[in-house]
């Protein structure tokens, strides 16, 4: 598989205290290609997703990104009595939308994953999968090239979660790089490759698969 | 470059949230009031002890406006706000819904307490709702766990309450500058430009300390494409 590479990991190292998180972990992601990103508990998935996302500073290496990046964090970072539209508004705000224009282009996401639209729910009465549906669709909003997932189908009735799936391999025709955080091996057959971070990152580095 | 659109929409969305919790709006007001009708016994006081319950009712939902947003606040600098923005969405809302509540305050102590001079007092109530958003900010920016800043919140204002205008320790806080001008409301001829003076140098103080720890904590590094354009690799 050839082409460019939007989202780009170089040794990246990461420690909190004396606790070796990340080392030299390397990472490629081609546009058109989903990546599963695997690993126990504590393997670091998350501060890598982070580091990608510029919310965590790596210890030393670089991280190369060309494009929007779209981050979807594990727990919906969401205001507790604001309703989805106010945040498609807000979100789709900081890259210039107009108001009409995130909630036009909101709504036609949210209803891809069957999102109660007709509710003006705040999202502390939303369920836990359809908050992180709209949590997904916020990290979808502005058509990012670079997807980061982590872990986005929590909470996920069986359809959605399929859907889900689904909407990765749309995702890899439009040329999107995208990678999710998964401990679903079920599913790893629908991904372009597996990225499976050791649990202890002196014994090893990124195994490719 | 700042956006006044981004901060319009932030003070709306902060807006939004505040006036759907009817319980913390109730106590904005009961607060302040209960501090005061608590002190009518002596009306010089009571005026003061008002201005305290502002202080404590303001500063406190500036205070959560900030902590309860902490998880947001970084996605939406990765989505395109500036820190700056952030903050001065949250004063663009707080700070006129404090005048309001100083207004109202003002008006019914004037009728009540009958100070010398009733400009004076609004004026006094409204810079202590002024001053205590930065307050609350500079708190919730600087500690960010609730427990941490609500304690250092109580603690401040309530020092500020506890000690007399004349002690040096009183002058060292944030409200210090609103006391004096709601005490000269009080008298005919006390001081009035020195503590608006100082209470704009403060607070000005304050939001430049919540500035620099808001932008430290939200802050999101803008990683750049490979040099050579989207790395090729086969």
């Not at chain 1, 108001?99 to 109660?116: K, N, T």
């Not at chain 1, 859907?163 to 679903?184: L, S, Y």
Request: aromatic share 6%; net charge neutral; glycine share 10%.
């Amino acid at each position: 598989m050839s082409g460019p590479s939007p989202l780009v990991v170089s040794k990246v190292c990461k420690r909190y205290g004396r606790t070796t998180i990340l080392e030299d972990v390397d990472l490629c992601v081609r546009a058109g290609e989903v990546v599963a990103l695997t690993g126990e508990n504590g393997a670091g998935k998350s501060t890598l997703m982070r580091i990608c996302a510029g919310l965590t500073r790596a210890d030393a290496g670089r991280v190369t990104l060309e494009g929007r990046i779209g981050y979807c964090p594990q727990a919906p970072g969401l205001f507790q009595l604001l309703t989805a539209d106010d945040h498609l508004v807000m979100f789709g705000r900081g890259v210039g939308m107009s108001r009409a224009e995130s909630i036009a282009r909101g709504h036609a996401i949210l209803e891809e994953f069957d999102f109660p639209l007709h509710e003006r729910t705040v999202t502390r009465d939303l369920s836990g999968g359809t908050r992180q549906k709209l949590n997904l669709g916020l990290a979808l909003l502005t058509d990012p090239s670079v997807l980061l997932l982590d872990e986005p189908y929590q909470g996920f009735d069986r359809g959605t979660y399929v859907n889900f799936w689904d909407h990765c391999d749309r995702w890899r025709a439009q040329g999107k790089a995208v990678v999710v955080v998964t401990h679903m091996l079920a599913e790893l057959e629908r991904v372009d490759r597996v990225v499976e971070l050791p649990a202890h990152p002196s014994r090893t580095h990124g195994v490719l698969r | 470059m700042i956006s006044f659109s981004r901060i319009g929409i932030m003070a709306e969305m902060h807006g939004r949230d505040l006036t759907r919790r009817h319980g913390a709006l109730a106590l904005l007001v009961a607060l302040p009031l209960s501090f005061y009708l608590a002190s009518m016994g002596s009306s010089d006081y009571a005026v003061s002890a008002a201005g305290t319950g502002m202080a404590f009712a303001v500063s406190g939902a500036t205070l959560f406006s900030i902590l309860s947003s902490h998880e947001v606040d970084q996605r939406l600098v990765l989505g395109g706000y500036r820190p700056l923005e952030l903050l001065l969405g949250r004063v663009m809302f707080l700070a006129p819904l404090g005048l309001v509540i100083a207004g109202g305050f003002a008006l019914l102590m004037s009728l009540v307490s009958h100070p010398d001079r009733p400009w004076v007092l609004f004026l006094g109530l409204a810079v202590v709702a002024l001053q205590s958003v930065p307050f609350g900010l500079a708190v919730g920016a600087a500690l960010p766990q609730e427990l941490e800043g609500t304690l250092v919140l109580i603690g401040v204002i309530g020092v500020q309450l506890a000690v007399s205008t004349r002690s040096n320790v009183a002058k060292a806080l944030p409200f210090y500058g609103p006391r004096r001008l709601i005490e000269s409301s009080l008298t005919p001829d006390g001081p009035i430009l020195g503590p608006l003076v100082q209470t704009a140098v403060y607070g000005l103080a304050l939001l430049v300390i919540a500035r620099v720890f808001v932008a430290q904590r939200v802050a999101v590094e803008r990683h750049q494409p490979s040099l050579t354009g989207a790395a090729e690799e086969v």
